[in-house]
């Protein structure tokens, strides 16, 4: 508490724009720590290895990811999860790393709806032909995907809809770009403009 107090006279000998200024440099410096995380991460993914050490393979072999034992634990962990929908974290981070940097901030919401994109993800990427995983071992959705899809399947069977793989995974990666959409920070109306633009320069 007295250091907090010491720090505080400190701050109010400094003139206000310093203070701003300093204040200002903080959260950019906040952002590019977000930046780099998402760096870091995006790297270990791509350089995921299924036969690296992790939870799920216990192994003297030489580590051949790129961020070394934490980055493979990470990757797996991942990666078996959630499958290659784990990229859209790598997305997500580089959103909220240029908000922060350009200090429009994040809002609750935010964060809040990630996991709920993640799942969507997930389960839209179970849906794709199998090869579409290539070699990770939970498949393309990773085992949240599976589960979500291979429960979804039996009961849209028994109301007599037989879409195939395709159509499911395209009714559940729309509204996944939706919500990861708001994540990123963009409003519905933002959203539409987006659209709405690309629209116009494909025209």
């Given at each position: 508490m007295?250091q907090?107090?010491?720090f505080?006279a ?10 701003d200024f300093?204040k ?10 977000v ?12 350089t995921y290895n299924?036969?690296d050490?992790?939870f ?7 580590i051949?990811?790129?961020v ?8 797996d962990?991942?990666l078996q999860t ?5 990229a859209a974290?790598?997305?997500?981070l ?7 940097m350009s200090?429009r ?7 809040a ?14 849906a794709?032909?199998?090869?579409s995983?290539?070699t990770?071992p ?10 979500i899809?291979?429960?979804?399947v ?5 109301l007599?809809?037989?879409?195939g793989r395709?159509p ?5 990666a729309l509204p ?5 959409a ?6 519905a109306?933002?959203w539409c403009?987006k659209n709405r ?7």
């Open positions: 007295a907090r107090t010491v505080s400190k701050m109010a000998f400094l003139p206000e724009g310093a203070r300093l200002r440099r903080a959260i950019e410096f906040g952002g590019v720590a930046l780099l995380l998402a760096a870091v991460l995006a790297m270990a993914l791509l299924p036969l050490p992790s799920n393979n216990a192994t003297t072999a030489p051949t990811n790129a070394g034992r934490i980055g493979a634990f990470v990757a962990v991942i959630l499958g290659i929908a784990g974290l790598v997305l997500v580089a959103a909220w790393a240029a908000r922060i200090h901030g994040l809002r609750w919401p935010h964060v709806l990630l996991p709920a994109a993640l799942v969507l993800f997930a389960a839209a990427a179970a794709l032909p199998e090869s995983g290539g990770l939970a498949g393309a959705g990773g085992w949240i995907g599976q589960m899809y291979h429960g979804l039996p009961k849209l069977d028994r007599g809809f037989d879409f395709l499911v995974a395209i009714a559940l996944a770009l939706r919500v990861l708001y994540c990123f920070g963009l409003s109306g933002q403009a633009s690309d629209a116009g320069a494909h025209a």
